[in-house]
């Protein structure tokens, strides 16, 4: 450490910092297969890295992007959060986020730089309505405090520190066995339905409750988060506290979870089950497997995730290379190869044998903690190089960067496990961290030290690792064997702020002083006022004309993603228009200092607009906000393009498009951004959307579905999300629905978002409008239809005389034997 200081020391007389290691342009340029193709979004908020190998360079880059998929925009009040699936699927919590992946998530995003992200993640488990924090097992105090160990924000960790005590008291309440003195949960709330020992049960999918290496080796991880964040804040009474429970849980695990025979850690069934097993058992120790020496899970890693086992536990890791038990060709096995219950699934979800990100995930961290933290020589740098290069080739799809739930062990294929408009681009487990802590070697600290211990394959003549946002220091790790690569010397070399402060001949460990962590400066954190996920009347999006398939609902979701399918786009295909337009009313007056449009481009011809204007409502009228600036200047697709300008106060925004020739154009997400305070008060004036509030009734409804989130302003298309009426398992040939308004209403177009499976919903043969005349009812007279036919997945709009009504029907002629479907009906004053 004196070496590393005195390099610091001297570092502070270098009279120019070096210039970045690498070209983030050209290495961006390299990659052909981006979807979001926002490179000032990488080059302002990524680490870069390159290597000799291209695989790994091109799926570091395509797991950023992937994180930009998921990347939710849920409320002005909750800010940012993450999905797991591409869609929202019923079992989500608030914007769709899933407690079951959060771990993986928070250790990868915590590389982002000047990303409010970062923070508004964290908090959104417990200062976010309807956020589940509990609703799988996870490590969320353990993550906070990793995040905490990349960032040095100790604002940051003071203010998440209570909800990390609050995540532990609700595992204490809701899964601690104080007879057994640990935690116990089933394998299905690991996100591991359907594993050997469930299967062994009454419960296939979600039986076998017990003590598992995983929920016990996540609390003892958040436990000793815990404990350290009260000592940095100088509570020594808590930090004893909780260290003390670390340690009274690692000598449980240790205990009652390892078998010495198998050398391995297993879990443990809390009840008796059916065929003789036995409570207080390992898996294959009683029932109808007694004494069969397989019953290995991954899961038998997860303790050093946590650097939980003491020494003398090693052994375990001799079964992770070995075709015989967990490696094969695409990635480890959840289950041993020669386990009775051996299984390799064609579909979701039995974790039985398949390769599992997740786990693999879990496996490699696990590994990267032996490396460091242990002395063993039962696995190398070799090992881990070579099954993180496995791991890397599983990641592809049709010769691009890809992945979904699961792969299969022998062949890498995804399928049986790649959903659509589900599972694509799945978010449940972790790449970027393993690169910047595993392969380049970053082992982040809370102290003002920089460690770098690289796993690369010994073979790499050169990697480097740069820009990356470390204790408020920017550092860059560079290893070049000769130093013709980059041109800083040879051997390996740690940079911060430019200078030089650590240097080795050889690829090893290799400590260096930092130096005091300067001021933290909170990253820049506006409001998006633009966007409503349901559940209220503004901001409402209106549009000049919309494409069949494409639904203007998606523009202002909080998401954005640019490719075809899954979708998350309106368009103006097929317009008749020589320009079209989208409103944004916001419902009250605001505040508003930039407008960002994500514009398409893809092959099916809908292409950025020649030009646009961004307009607001003065006076009553529409004018162009002036002093606009925007960047790019010239209308580009696949990447944000935002329009700033002085604040201006108003009650609604529009965007006016003029399609370039011969080519329409699109969008996937508006958003309006504000550093004023968001106006609270959403029902200033009435909604514009009629059927808001009012009673939804019908002939039929499913025992599956609610006729009441026919108007909650829930769009939800996927077949998981779960927010529609439908007619199925009617005895009838025709059904209807309707909407009564509080009072008599001039009316004159209605919306139906109908909704279909492909099964046994789909769209109905035809449907007919009416309105209620006082005596009967009456069929409206109709200007248009879009699509002229019923469509699924898409927003059908009539357009009809005005009438002056208190009640709006529309009877469906189901397209038999299927029934209809609808997840949003709205309603509206003028056609």
Known sequence: MMTALLLWLLSLGHPQPTPPILDKQRILQQQSWWDNRDFSWYKQHIPFFESPDA???????????????????GSPQSGYTFTEFIDRPFWSGAFGAISCPLGHQMYEIRWLKESPAVEDYARYWFETPGAEPRSYSNWYGDAVWATFMVTADRNYLHTMLPHMEAQYAGWMAEHWDPAKQMFRWDGMHDGMETNIN???????????????????????????????AAALFGDSTKARDYAERAADLKHRVQQELWDPRREFFFHQFAHDEKDGIKA??????????????????EIGFVPWQFNLPDAGYESAWRFLMDTAYFFSAHGPTTVERHDPQFRISPRCCVWSGNEWPYATTQTLVAMANLLNNYRQSVVTKEDYARLFTVYTLDQRMNGRPYIAEAANPDNGSWDGHNTPYHSEHYFHSGYVDLVITGIAGLRPRADDSLEVNPLAPAGWAYFALDDVRYHGHEIAIVWDRDGTRYHVGPGLTLFSDGRVI????????LNAYLGPTPTIRAPDHPVNLAVNNGRRPFPLVATSYSAPGTSPHYLNDGNYWYHTSPPNRWTTAGSPHRSDWVTLD?????AVDNVTLYFLDDSTGVRPPARYDVQMWRHGGWVTIPGQRRAPEVPAGRMANTISFVPVRTTRLRIVLVPRSGSSTGLTEIEAWSHAPPGTDQLARPPANLAWGARASASFTSQHDRVEELNDMVVAFSQYSRNRWTAFGSPNAGDWVEIDLP?????????????GDGGGVKAPKSYTVQ??????????????????QPQVSSVNTVRFSPVTTAKVRVTFQHALPAASGVTELTIWRDG
């Open 198 to 228: 469930s299967r062994l049960t009454a419960d296939q999918f979600s039986g076998a409750d017990g003590y598992r290496p995983t929920i016990n080796a996540y609390m003892y991880g958040d436990a000793r988060a815990i404990s350290q």
């Open 280 to 297: 207080g058992t390992l898996t294959y120790r009683s029932g109808p497997f007694a004494e069969n020496p397989h019953g290995r899970e």
């Open 743 to 755: 009072r008599r209403q001039s009316v004159g177009k209605i919306e139906l978002y109908l909704w």
């Open 502 to 509: 650590g240097h080795a001949a050889a690829l090893g460990r």
């Open 771 to 788: 309105t209620w005349n006082g005596h009967a009812w009456a069929n409206v007279r109709i200007v248009s239809q879009i699509p002229s």
């Open 55 to 73: 695989d790994i360079d091109a799926t570091y880059y395509y797991r950023w992007e992937l994180v930009t998929k998921h990347l939710t925009y």
């Open 586 to 590: 916001l419902g009250v007056t605001q």
